[in-house]
Nanobody
Framework: QVQLVESGGGLVQAGGSLSLSCVAS????????MAWYRQAPGKQRELVAA???????NYADSAKGRFTISRDNGKSTVYLQMNSLKPEDTGAYYC??????????WGQGTQVTVSS
């Protein structure tokens, strides 16, 4: 089992920045990929960015050039630095972890609200 706890959400004006953190605990050695997803009201959850244990990164087109995902394997933590935020970035942001064996895990989510 893996537990994920996010922090760092909040309210920010358009053009501002926020940094999210997600700390993993439990069977952390089973984790291969960590990722951030977001879900806007009335919309499906979508991938924002993902990073493998080896450091390979994938971004959604909407995040490229503005968001940076990073991972500290020693601290079992994944970060999402979000710059130049837009109102359409508003939503609940979820940390996710994919285990080599044992399935996928989700955090409880943290709210990001970008005002125009």
């Amino acid at each position: 089992q893996v537990q994920l706890v996010e922090s760092g959400g909040g309210l920010v004006q358009a053009g501002g920045s926020l940094s999210l953190s997600c700390v993993a605990s439990g069977n952390i050695f089973s984790i291969s990929v960590m990722a951030w997803y977001r879900q806007a009201p009335g919309k499906q959850r979508e991938l924002v960015a993902a990073i493998t244990r080896g450091g390979s990164i994938n971004y959604a087109d909407s995040a490229k050039g503005r968001f940076t995902i990073s991972r500290d394997n020693g601290k079992s933590t994944v970060y999402l630095q979000m710059n130049s935020l837009k109102p359409e970035d508003t939503g609940a942001y979820y940390c996710a972890a994919a285990a080599v064996v044992g399935g996928d895990y989700w955090g409880q989510g943290t709210q990001v609200t970008v005002s125009s």
